[in-house]
T-cell receptor, first 114, second 115 residues
């Protein structure tokens, strides 16, 4: 079965501290992996995606993620968090082609404190 | 990245009326669009997959006669909530798949409140 697990429901970090959001997936085929961010009352914005090649991918807003096939993980990282990063973060997995929708994790809510 | 718009961004309606929500891909063509519903502090719940020129595919438990989906062109899909009731109040988000980038892009969402 296809699934995405985000083990952390809520994380609080201090501004300027580093951040890692965990994501594990289960997918039958070669996965396409995504991280989206959602601010309150807004839609989802694509942060980054992994299809193939270099397992460390860079995204917008200073985020990066590393694909580890052996661990079925695609963790999101940022070296120094800003207060504006407070939001809900969703990891998703999908197929390369066709009209198959993405499978989403339940999300991790990030709070940033001064 | 590609841009997806939704209209309206929020709507308040009386119980029993119908509400139409539009989803447009602004700078790419989307043969496939998706409609999601999101409850407060929860993840997205896929309602249906909308394919241009054909009938939508609904997820289990979603009433197709209540949530009418039309995907008449490569840049527009509409969701009509028919005979809306207070329990239909929610945040509805559409997504369009950009084939060239093999990526789903999301609209800003529509907040529906049924009184």
């Amino acid at each position: 079965a296809q699934s995405v697990t985000q083990p952390d429901i809520h994380i609080t970090v201090s501004e300027g501290a580093s951040l890692e959001l965990r994501c594990n997936y289960s997918y039958g085929a070669t996965p396409y992996l995504f991280w989206y961010v959602q601010s309150p009352g807004q839609g989802l914005q694509l942060l980054l995606k992994y299809f193939s090649g270099d397992t460390l991918v860079q995204g917008i807003k200073g985020f990066e993620a590393e694909f580890k096939r052996s661990q079925s993980s695609f963790n999101l990282r940022k070296p120094s968090v800003h207060w504006s990063d407070a939001a809900e973060y969703f990891c998703a997995v999908g197929a390369r082609s066709g009209n198959t929708p993405l499978v989403f994790g339940k999300g991790t809510r990030l709070s940033v404190i001064a | 990245g590609a841009v997806v718009s939704q209209h309206p961004s929020w709507v308040i309606c009386k119980s029993g009326t119908s509400v139409k929500i539009e989803c447009r891909s602004l700078d790419f063509q989307a043969t496939t669009m998706f409609w999601y519903r999101q409850f407060p502090k929860q993840s997205l719940m896929l309602m249906a997959t909308s394919n241009e020129g054909s009938k939508a595919t609904y997820e289990q438990g979603v009433e197709k006669d209540k949530f009418l989906i039309n995907h008449a062109s490569l840049t527009l899909s509409t969701l009509t909530v028919t005979s809306a009731h207070p329990e239909d109040s929610s945040f509805y988000i559409c997504s369009a798949r950009d084939l060239a980038q093999e990526t789903q892009y999301f609209g800003p969402g529509t907040r529906l409140l049924v009184l």
